[in-house]
């Protein structure tokens, strides 16, 4: 991991095409800002490990889908 110390204002960029901005320094809370193509997803990482979970349930679900297709008469 890089760790970078970072002003309010100051930005720091990935490749050349993500930048990211300190917006503010609040106490203990740090807003940033992301500037990446919209192509490139972003997400909290929390919200991304449920994502991968939701994904990882729904592809270990294979029996149910063939259920359903079998059902569909497909």
């Not at 901005?21 to 991304?48: D, F, H, N």
């Not at 679900?61 to 259920?67: C, D, K, L, S």
């Amino acid at each position: 991991m890089l760790a970078l110390s970072r002003k309010k204002g100051e930005a720091l960029m990935i490749n050349n095409d993500i930048e990211i901005t300190v917006l503010e320094v609040k106490g203990e809370q740090v807003k940033i800002g992301i500037s990446a193509p919209k192509e490139v997803p972003v997400y909290r990482k929390e919200v991304y490990i449920q994502i991968q979970e939701a994904n990882k349930e729904a592809s270990n679900n294979v029996a149910g889908i063939e259920q359903l297709a079998s059902l569909l008469g497909k």
